[in-house]
Protein backbone atom coordinates (compact mmCIF):
# COMPACT_ATOMS: atom_id res chain seq x y z
CA UNK A 1 0.00 0.00 0.00
CA UNK A 2 1.42 3.34 -1.09
CA UNK A 3 2.10 5.48 1.77
CA UNK A 4 0.00 8.97 2.55
CA UNK A 5 0.88 11.71 4.23
CA UNK A 6 -2.28 14.07 5.28
CA UNK A 7 -1.39 18.00 4.46
CA UNK A 8 -2.73 20.79 6.28
CA UNK A 9 -3.88 22.81 2.93
CA UNK A 10 -5.04 26.54 2.35
CA UNK A 11 -5.25 26.87 -0.86
CA UNK A 12 -2.99 29.22 -0.67
CA UNK A 13 0.64 29.74 -2.97
CA UNK A 14 2.90 27.41 -0.26
CA UNK A 15 0.32 24.57 0.09
CA UNK A 16 0.00 24.06 -3.38
CA UNK A 17 3.19 24.25 -4.48
CA UNK A 18 3.40 21.24 -1.34
CA UNK A 19 1.72 18.47 -2.88
CA UNK A 20 3.92 18.16 -5.83
CA UNK A 21 6.57 18.55 -3.92
CA UNK A 22 5.93 15.67 -1.39
CA UNK A 23 4.83 13.37 -4.38
CA UNK A 24 7.84 14.06 -6.15
CA UNK A 25 10.12 13.73 -2.93
CA UNK A 26 8.50 10.78 -1.01
CA UNK A 27 6.60 9.18 -3.93
CA UNK A 28 3.76 9.38 -1.03
CA UNK A 29 0.38 10.40 -1.95
CA UNK A 30 -0.76 13.31 -0.70
CA UNK A 31 -4.53 13.91 0.98
CA UNK A 32 -5.59 17.65 0.92
CA UNK A 33 -6.80 18.59 4.21
CA UNK A 34 -8.70 22.10 4.43
CA UNK A 35 -10.52 23.28 7.86
CA UNK A 36 -13.06 26.01 7.92
CA UNK A 37 -12.38 28.03 10.00
CA UNK A 38 -14.43 30.80 9.11
CA UNK A 39 -12.01 32.52 6.25
CA UNK A 40 -14.31 33.35 3.52
CA UNK A 41 -13.19 34.25 0.18
CA UNK A 42 -13.34 31.45 -2.25
CA UNK A 43 -15.75 28.76 -2.14
CA UNK A 44 -14.45 25.83 -0.48
CA UNK A 45 -15.40 23.22 -2.64
CA UNK A 46 -13.31 25.58 -5.35
CA UNK A 47 -10.39 25.10 -2.46
CA UNK A 48 -10.84 21.43 -3.05
CA UNK A 49 -10.66 21.06 -6.49
CA UNK A 50 -7.96 23.17 -6.07
CA UNK A 51 -5.89 20.36 -4.39
CA UNK A 52 -7.23 17.83 -6.68
CA UNK A 53 -5.87 19.85 -9.40
CA UNK A 54 -2.24 20.15 -7.50
CA UNK A 55 -2.42 16.16 -6.99
CA UNK A 56 -4.13 15.48 -4.13
CA UNK A 57 -5.12 12.21 -4.43
CA UNK A 58 -7.84 12.95 -1.99
CA UNK A 59 -8.97 16.48 -0.26
CA UNK A 60 -11.53 17.29 1.94
CA UNK A 61 -12.82 19.97 3.97
CA UNK A 62 -14.07 20.03 7.96
CA UNK A 63 -16.31 22.35 8.94
CA UNK A 64 -14.97 23.90 12.21
CA UNK A 65 -16.51 27.11 12.23
CA UNK A 66 -18.89 27.03 15.71
CA UNK A 67 -15.98 24.74 17.05
CA UNK A 68 -13.47 27.47 16.17
CA UNK A 69 -15.78 30.29 17.87
CA UNK A 70 -16.46 28.01 21.00
CA UNK A 71 -13.43 25.94 21.60
CA UNK A 72 -10.67 28.38 20.90
CA UNK A 73 -11.83 32.41 20.36
CA UNK A 74 -13.94 32.49 23.32
CA UNK A 75 -11.23 31.50 25.75
CA UNK A 76 -9.04 33.99 23.98
CA UNK A 77 -11.51 36.32 24.81
CA UNK A 78 -11.75 35.46 28.36
CA UNK A 79 -8.24 36.15 28.50
CA UNK A 80 -8.07 39.28 26.41
CA UNK A 81 -5.20 38.06 24.79
CA UNK A 82 -3.28 40.53 22.74
CA UNK A 83 -0.28 40.20 22.19
CA UNK A 84 2.03 42.78 22.75
CA UNK A 85 -1.24 44.70 24.09
CA UNK A 86 -1.81 44.77 19.93
CA UNK A 87 -2.27 41.57 18.27
CA UNK A 88 -5.50 39.04 19.62
CA UNK A 89 -3.67 36.20 18.48
CA UNK A 90 -5.50 35.34 14.90
CA UNK A 91 -3.33 33.06 13.17
CA UNK A 92 -2.25 31.32 16.83
CA UNK A 93 -6.09 30.41 17.88
CA UNK A 94 -7.13 28.89 14.41
CA UNK A 95 -3.49 26.68 14.53
CA UNK A 96 -4.35 24.08 17.47
CA UNK A 97 -8.01 23.50 15.53
CA UNK A 98 -6.78 22.40 12.41
CA UNK A 99 -4.03 20.44 14.15
CA UNK A 100 -6.68 18.46 16.02
CA UNK A 101 -8.40 17.60 12.86
CA UNK A 102 -5.33 16.95 11.04
CA UNK A 103 -4.40 14.56 13.75
CA UNK A 104 -7.77 12.93 12.96
CA UNK A 105 -7.75 12.74 9.36
CA UNK A 106 -4.03 11.13 9.78
CA UNK A 107 -5.39 8.48 11.91
CA UNK A 108 -7.87 7.71 9.45
CA UNK A 109 -5.91 7.13 6.37
CA UNK A 110 -3.51 5.51 8.34
CA UNK A 111 -0.78 8.08 7.68
CA UNK A 112 1.89 8.79 9.94
CA UNK A 113 3.60 11.88 8.70
CA UNK A 114 1.59 15.35 8.21
CA UNK A 115 2.96 18.14 6.38
CA UNK A 116 2.37 21.62 6.33
CA UNK A 117 3.47 24.66 4.00
CA UNK A 118 5.16 26.64 6.86
CA UNK A 119 8.11 28.50 5.84
CA UNK A 120 11.32 28.78 8.75
CA UNK A 121 10.89 32.24 9.55
CA UNK A 122 7.35 32.13 10.89
CA UNK A 123 5.78 31.12 13.82
CA UNK A 124 3.02 28.76 12.55
CA UNK A 125 5.81 25.82 11.88
CA UNK A 126 6.17 25.98 15.60
CA UNK A 127 2.49 25.95 16.06
CA UNK A 128 1.65 23.09 14.13
CA UNK A 129 4.57 21.11 14.89
CA UNK A 130 4.58 21.32 18.59
CA UNK A 131 0.47 20.89 18.33
CA UNK A 132 1.01 17.94 16.11
CA UNK A 133 3.49 16.17 18.61
CA UNK A 134 1.54 16.95 21.23
CA UNK A 135 -1.78 14.97 20.38
CA UNK A 136 0.13 12.43 18.42
CA UNK A 137 3.49 11.57 19.52
CA UNK A 138 4.21 8.85 16.82
CA UNK A 139 3.96 11.06 14.12
CA UNK A 140 6.38 12.88 12.21
CA UNK A 141 6.08 16.60 10.54
CA UNK A 142 7.63 17.51 7.79
CA UNK A 143 7.21 21.19 6.14
CA UNK A 144 8.40 20.68 2.39
CA UNK A 145 8.46 24.65 1.61
CA UNK A 146 10.60 25.47 4.52
CA UNK A 147 13.02 22.37 4.16
CA UNK A 148 13.31 23.25 -0.02
CA UNK A 149 14.44 27.14 1.26
CA UNK A 150 11.73 28.10 -1.22
CA UNK A 151 11.54 32.39 -1.60
CA UNK A 152 8.41 33.35 -2.69
CA UNK A 153 9.60 34.18 -6.20
CA UNK A 154 10.63 30.34 -6.31
CA UNK A 155 7.38 29.36 -5.38
CA UNK A 156 5.47 31.21 -7.51
CA UNK A 157 7.79 30.37 -10.45
CA UNK A 158 7.48 26.19 -9.76
CA UNK A 159 3.68 27.05 -9.45
CA UNK A 160 3.59 28.97 -13.07
CA UNK A 161 5.73 26.48 -14.39
CA UNK A 162 3.60 23.11 -13.02
CA UNK A 163 0.18 25.28 -14.35
CA UNK A 164 -1.02 25.16 -10.82
CA UNK A 165 -4.22 27.49 -10.30
CA UNK A 166 -2.65 29.44 -7.73
CA UNK A 167 -4.26 32.87 -7.27
CA UNK A 168 -0.99 34.71 -5.32
CA UNK A 169 1.06 35.96 -8.52
CA UNK A 170 4.34 38.27 -8.56
CA UNK A 171 1.64 41.42 -8.83
CA UNK A 172 -0.24 40.32 -5.86
CA UNK A 173 2.81 38.99 -3.53
CA UNK A 174 1.40 39.39 0.16
CA UNK A 175 0.56 36.47 2.08
CA UNK A 176 -2.63 36.52 3.57
CA UNK A 177 -4.24 33.81 6.91
CA UNK A 178 -7.70 35.25 7.43
CA UNK A 179 -10.13 33.49 9.60
CA UNK A 180 -13.49 34.57 11.47
CA UNK A 181 -11.59 35.70 14.70
CA UNK A 182 -9.53 38.09 12.18
CA UNK A 183 -7.37 38.76 9.21
CA UNK A 184 -3.03 38.99 8.81
CA UNK A 185 -1.26 40.18 6.06
CA UNK A 186 2.01 40.19 5.45
CA UNK A 187 5.24 40.17 2.81
CA UNK A 188 5.35 42.38 -0.39
CA UNK A 189 6.56 46.45 0.10
CA UNK A 190 4.99 45.92 3.74
CA UNK A 191 8.51 44.30 4.85
CA UNK A 192 9.73 47.84 4.19
CA UNK A 193 8.57 49.09 7.61
CA UNK A 194 8.42 52.70 6.66
CA UNK A 195 5.74 52.29 3.82
CA UNK A 196 2.75 52.60 5.16
CA UNK A 197 -0.12 50.19 4.38
CA UNK A 198 -1.96 50.94 1.05
CA UNK A 199 -5.66 50.45 0.71
CA UNK A 200 -5.71 47.25 -1.18
CA UNK A 201 -4.15 45.87 2.10
CA UNK A 202 -7.37 46.06 3.92
CA UNK A 203 -10.36 43.71 3.61
CA UNK A 204 -12.46 43.30 6.99
CA UNK A 205 -12.59 47.01 7.55
CA UNK A 206 -13.73 50.00 5.77
CA UNK A 207 -11.49 53.10 5.58
CA UNK A 208 -12.08 54.86 9.06
CA UNK A 209 -11.48 58.18 7.72
CA UNK A 210 -14.71 58.60 6.27
CA UNK A 211 -17.02 56.28 8.56
CA UNK A 212 -21.14 56.12 8.47
CA UNK A 213 -23.07 57.55 11.22
CA UNK A 214 -22.02 56.24 14.58
CA UNK A 215 -23.78 52.67 15.76
CA UNK A 216 -24.88 51.69 18.82
CA UNK A 217 -24.59 48.43 19.79
CA UNK A 218 -25.19 46.50 23.24
CA UNK A 219 -23.70 42.99 24.08
CA UNK A 220 -24.95 41.04 26.50
CA UNK A 221 -22.48 38.14 27.94
CA UNK A 222 -23.20 35.28 30.32
CA UNK A 223 -19.40 34.41 32.42
CA UNK A 224 -17.41 36.14 29.43
CA UNK A 225 -19.41 34.87 26.47
CA UNK A 226 -21.13 36.75 24.22
CA UNK A 227 -24.76 35.51 24.14
CA UNK A 228 -26.70 38.33 22.54
CA UNK A 229 -26.51 41.50 20.71
CA UNK A 230 -29.17 44.61 21.11
CA UNK A 231 -31.29 41.60 22.87
CA UNK A 232 -30.90 39.04 20.70
CA UNK A 233 -29.60 35.63 21.29
CA UNK A 234 -26.32 34.83 19.51
CA UNK A 235 -24.04 32.15 19.43
CA UNK A 236 -20.38 32.83 19.64
CA UNK A 237 -19.78 32.82 15.98
CA UNK A 238 -22.72 34.77 15.33
CA UNK A 239 -21.59 37.30 17.68
CA UNK A 240 -18.29 37.66 15.95
CA UNK A 241 -19.93 37.96 12.36
CA UNK A 242 -22.13 40.47 13.45
CA UNK A 243 -19.22 42.56 14.96
CA UNK A 244 -17.16 42.05 11.87
CA UNK A 245 -19.58 43.85 9.48
CA UNK A 246 -20.83 46.29 12.07
CA UNK A 247 -17.58 47.35 13.34
CA UNK A 248 -15.84 46.44 10.27
CA UNK A 249 -17.81 49.11 8.60
CA UNK A 250 -16.51 51.64 10.84
CA UNK A 251 -13.10 51.15 10.32
CA UNK A 252 -12.47 49.36 14.11
CA UNK A 253 -9.69 46.70 14.24
CA UNK A 254 -7.08 47.51 12.13
CA UNK A 255 -3.80 47.11 13.59
CA UNK A 256 0.11 47.67 12.24
CA UNK A 257 3.01 46.34 14.39
CA UNK A 258 6.38 45.06 14.08
CA UNK A 259 6.03 42.13 16.28
CA UNK A 260 8.74 39.73 18.27
CA UNK A 261 8.01 36.35 16.43
CA UNK A 262 8.70 32.94 18.33
CA UNK A 263 12.23 32.55 15.98
CA UNK A 264 13.32 35.43 17.19
CA UNK A 265 12.69 38.09 14.30
CA UNK A 266 10.92 41.55 14.27
CA UNK A 267 8.00 41.27 11.52
CA UNK A 268 5.47 43.73 10.45
CA UNK A 269 2.41 42.56 10.40
CA UNK A 270 -1.12 44.22 9.30
CA UNK A 271 -4.20 42.77 11.47
CA UNK A 272 -7.55 43.45 10.91
CA UNK A 273 -10.00 42.45 13.73
CA UNK A 274 -13.28 43.83 13.93
CA UNK A 275 -15.55 41.73 16.18
CA UNK A 276 -12.35 40.46 18.35
CA UNK A 277 -11.10 43.80 19.35
CA UNK A 278 -14.63 44.81 20.21
CA UNK A 279 -15.53 42.06 21.84
CA UNK A 280 -12.19 42.03 23.96
CA UNK A 281 -13.06 45.82 24.24
CA UNK A 282 -16.55 44.98 26.00
CA UNK A 283 -15.00 42.19 28.17
CA UNK A 284 -12.44 44.19 29.57
CA UNK A 285 -14.91 46.85 30.66
CA UNK A 286 -17.19 44.08 31.90
CA UNK A 287 -14.63 42.56 34.38
CA UNK A 288 -13.35 45.93 35.19
CA UNK A 289 -16.95 46.17 37.17
CA UNK A 290 -17.40 42.55 38.26
CA UNK A 291 -13.77 41.57 39.05
CA UNK A 292 -12.29 42.02 42.50
CA UNK A 293 -9.11 44.63 42.63
CA UNK A 294 -6.42 41.77 43.63
CA UNK A 295 -8.06 39.08 41.84
CA UNK A 296 -8.32 41.37 38.51
CA UNK A 297 -4.45 42.87 39.21
CA UNK A 298 -3.03 39.25 39.06
CA UNK A 299 -5.46 38.28 36.36
CA UNK A 300 -3.75 40.60 33.95
CA UNK A 301 -0.53 38.98 34.37
CA UNK A 302 -2.32 35.53 33.22
CA UNK A 303 -3.80 37.10 30.65
CA UNK A 304 -0.64 37.79 29.09
CA UNK A 305 0.87 34.53 29.62
CA UNK A 306 -1.86 32.86 28.46
CA UNK A 307 -1.25 34.86 25.27
CA UNK A 308 1.88 34.38 24.97
CA UNK A 309 1.78 30.98 25.53
CA UNK A 310 -0.69 30.60 22.60
CA UNK A 311 1.45 32.93 20.36
CA UNK A 312 4.14 30.29 20.93
CA UNK A 313 2.53 27.56 20.09
CA UNK A 314 1.96 25.71 23.30
CA UNK A 315 -2.14 25.28 22.97
CA UNK A 316 -1.95 22.01 24.59
CA UNK A 317 0.13 22.02 27.02
CA UNK A 318 0.28 22.06 31.06
CA UNK A 319 0.82 25.30 31.62
CA UNK A 320 -2.04 26.43 29.20
CA UNK A 321 -4.40 23.96 31.02
CA UNK A 322 -3.73 25.31 34.48
CA UNK A 323 -4.16 29.36 33.13
CA UNK A 324 -7.45 28.29 31.74
CA UNK A 325 -8.52 27.09 34.79
CA UNK A 326 -7.65 30.16 36.43
CA UNK A 327 -9.49 32.44 34.33
CA UNK A 328 -12.03 29.91 34.03
CA UNK A 329 -12.66 30.18 37.57
CA UNK A 330 -12.64 34.44 37.32
CA UNK A 331 -15.37 34.62 34.71
CA UNK A 332 -17.99 33.12 37.40
CA UNK A 333 -19.55 36.69 37.97
CA UNK A 334 -18.85 38.22 34.01
CA UNK A 335 -21.76 38.54 33.34
CA UNK A 336 -23.76 41.89 32.15
CA UNK A 337 -24.53 44.04 29.23
CA UNK A 338 -22.12 46.85 27.49
CA UNK A 339 -23.61 49.39 25.55
CA UNK A 340 -21.09 50.77 22.40
CA UNK A 341 -20.36 53.24 20.08
CA UNK A 342 -18.76 51.77 16.97
CA UNK A 343 -17.51 55.21 15.09
CA UNK A 344 -14.61 55.84 12.96
CA UNK A 345 -12.78 53.50 13.97
CA UNK A 346 -12.80 53.38 17.94
CA UNK A 347 -15.26 51.11 19.93
CA UNK A 348 -16.52 53.39 22.77
CA UNK A 349 -17.71 51.65 25.93
CA UNK A 350 -20.94 54.56 26.60
CA UNK A 351 -22.72 51.78 29.57
CA UNK A 352 -22.21 49.22 31.77
CA UNK A 353 -24.61 47.35 33.72
CA UNK A 354 -24.59 43.69 35.58
CA UNK A 355 -26.39 41.98 38.47
CA UNK A 356 -22.79 41.15 39.56
CA UNK A 357 -21.58 44.45 39.76
CA UNK A 358 -18.81 45.55 42.36
CA UNK A 359 -19.63 48.82 41.50
CA UNK A 360 -21.37 50.26 44.46
CA UNK A 361 -23.37 54.10 43.91
CA UNK A 362 -23.56 55.11 47.50
CA UNK A 363 -19.47 54.60 47.86
CA UNK A 364 -19.00 56.02 44.95
CA UNK A 365 -21.56 59.33 44.63
CA UNK A 366 -19.86 62.58 46.39
CA UNK A 367 -23.56 63.78 46.61
CA UNK A 368 -26.70 63.12 48.47
CA UNK A 369 -26.59 59.51 49.62
CA UNK A 370 -23.36 58.66 49.85
CA UNK A 371 -22.50 55.78 52.35
CA UNK A 372 -18.71 55.75 52.36
CA UNK A 373 -17.43 56.47 55.65
CA UNK A 374 -14.85 59.10 55.36
CA UNK A 375 -13.90 59.23 58.55
CA UNK A 376 -11.69 55.80 58.18
CA UNK A 377 -9.71 57.95 55.52
CA UNK A 378 -6.98 59.27 57.91
CA UNK A 379 -6.36 56.24 60.23
CA UNK A 380 -6.26 54.37 56.76
CA UNK A 381 -3.22 57.10 54.95
CA UNK A 382 -1.46 56.54 58.26
CA UNK A 383 -1.16 52.73 58.32
CA UNK A 384 -0.53 52.06 54.38
CA UNK A 385 1.86 54.97 54.52
CA UNK A 386 3.72 53.81 57.85
CA UNK A 387 6.73 52.21 55.52
CA UNK A 388 7.37 54.68 53.51
CA UNK A 389 7.55 57.35 56.34
CA UNK A 390 9.94 55.34 57.96
CA UNK A 391 12.30 55.03 55.12
CA UNK A 392 12.43 58.70 54.44
CA UNK A 393 13.40 59.48 57.88
CA UNK A 394 15.93 56.99 57.72
CA UNK A 395 17.69 58.62 54.46
CA UNK A 396 16.87 62.33 56.13
CA UNK A 397 19.02 60.78 58.80
CA UNK A 398 21.88 60.04 56.90
CA UNK A 399 21.33 62.81 54.65
CA UNK A 400 20.18 60.56 51.45
CA UNK A 401 16.40 62.14 51.04
CA UNK A 402 15.32 63.76 48.45
CA UNK A 403 16.40 66.87 47.68
CA UNK A 404 13.64 69.58 46.69
Same mark, same amino acid.
Given at each position: ????????????????????????????????????????? *???? !???????? +?? /?????? %??? #???????????????????????????????????????????????????????????????? *???? !???????? +?? /?????? %??? #???????????????????????????????????????????????????????????????? *???? !??????????????????????????????????????????????????????????????????????????????????????? !??????????????????????????????????????????????????????????????????????????????????????????????????
Amino acid at each position: MTERIVLAYSGGLDTSVAIGWIHEATGAEVVAMAVDVGQGG *EDLE !TIRQRALD +CG /AVEAYV %ADA #RDEFANEYCMPGLKANTLYMDAYPNVSALSRPVIVKHLVTAARKFGAKTVAHGCTGKGNDQVRF *EVGI !TSLAPDMK +CI /APVRDL %ALT #REKAIEYAERNDLPIVTTKSNPFSIDQNVWGRAVETGFLEDIWNGPTKDVYDYTDDPTFPPPAD *EVTI !TFEKGIPVKIDGRDVTPLQAIEELNQRAGAQGIGRIDIVEDRLVGIKSREIYEAPGAMTLIAAHKELENITLEREQARFKRMVDQRW !TEVVYDGQWFSELKGSLDAFIDDTQEYVSGEIRMELHGGRATVTGRRSESSLYDFGLATYDEGDTFDQSSARGFIDIYGLSSKQAAARDHKFDKGIRL
